[in-house]
């Protein structure tokens, strides 16, 4: 890093007078911090996926980032001496900044590996989540129901890590929502089939009529055609008309009873529709606890930070930000600095 110095010193040997000499001695100062940067990240070993490696990690990177910074600031001055000089600084600052970009590189690869595993891995749970979200929607059928309340108990929520807790909750939501979609629509298909039973009933109760209509005018003909026993048939005409009446009778009956059959299974739909209602009003007025909930949490946690923040000076608590021991909810996103 030693060999960059006589570069730069070239590249502004015409720089006059105090400005000059102003340049080239912040020029030299950066020169030697970057040798002393090599010097140290020769030791630089880091475990990447140790949270306090990986904070070492990123606290050595923005260390870093702060040369380049310096460097920067560096070349806009001595770019001001003169702007004909302009070409010679930027090529300097390039070769600088290059110098430490070759510091920066082996540990910013990993540590964007290992961002990259991890939003990949809470891409996945979030998929999970996702998809237990889904679950209880689009059924039709109660033994489609009974599929997706199967796919749902499979789910293990344990594997989802942090999210546990939540896909734990979803996952019981759900189960609740799915099963009493099962009842309602065993109830609903069970009445379907009820109500298919009576119009089949209704159906062969008018097809008796019909052949009864036919044998009452076949009864007619023959009347007509046997005049010879007209007593004998008016005799058995009477017998069969006895009869009709009683069928008729019983007809009636037999409607009369599907009617209130059809009654109460609408006063059984009626119920359920209700309970549904009642259901789902039970379900707005858990996902508003829910959301106090959320809210209490978050005000205590607003408290706990603000505790935190009176008893440290200003100083500390750059210090303890910086350091993540400020706070378990507070963290610095290095990739940023």
């Given amino acids: 890093m030693g060999s960059l110095q006589p570069t730069m010193k070239a590249a502004l040997a015409t720089v006059p007078d105090t400005a000059e000499t102003s340049a080239l001695t912040r020029w030299d100062a950066l020169a030697a911090e970057i040798a002393y940067a090599s010097d140290q990240a020769k030791g630089k070993e880091f475990d990447y996926r140790d949270k306090s490696d990986n904070r070492q990690a990123r606290s050595w990177v923005a260390q870093l980032r702060k040369i380049k910074g310096k460097i920067e600031r560096a070349r806009k001055d001595a770019k001001a001496v003169h702007l004909d000089r302009g070409k010679a600084v930027d090529e300097a600052a390039k070769l600088l900044e290059s110098s430490v970009q070759g510091l920066i590189e082996p540990h910013e690869h990993e540590l964007k590996v290992i961002e990259a595993e991890e939003q990949a891995r809470i ?188 008893k440290l000076t200003r100083e500390q608590v750059a210090a303890a930000i910086v350091a993540g021991t400020l706070h378990q909810a507070v963290s610095v996103d290095w990739t940023y600095a």
């Fill in 123 to 310: 891409d996945g749970h979030k998929a999970v989540l996702q998809r237990i979200a889904v679950l209880a929607e689009g059924a039709a059928t109660a033994i489609e129901t009974q599929a997706m309340l199967a796919e749902l108990t499979a789910i293990d929520t344990n594997t989802l890590d942090e999210f546990a807790a939540a896909g734990a909750n979803f996952q019981l939501e759900a189960t609740e929502q799915l099963q009493s979609l099962i009842d309602l629509l065993q109830i609903q298909e069970s009445e379907r089939a009820e109500l298919e039973r009576l119009r089949a009933e209704q159906a062969q109760r008018k097809e008796a009529e019909r052949q009864e209509a036919i044998r009452q005018q076949a009864i007619a003909q023959e009347r007509a055609s046997q005049e010879s026993e007209r007593q004998r048939a008016v005799e058995t005409a009477a017998r069969r008309e006895a009869q009709a009446l009683a069928n008729v009778a019983a007809a009636q009956q037999a409607q009369q009873i599907a009617e209130q059959r059809a009654a109460e299974a609408e006063r059984r739909a009626e119920a359920s529709r209700q309970a549904e209602a009642a259901r789902q009003s039970d379900a707005v007025a858990a996902a508003h606890r829910a959301q106090e909930a959320r809210e209490k949490r978050a005000a205590d946690l607003e408290r706990s930070i603000l505790a935190a923040l009176q």
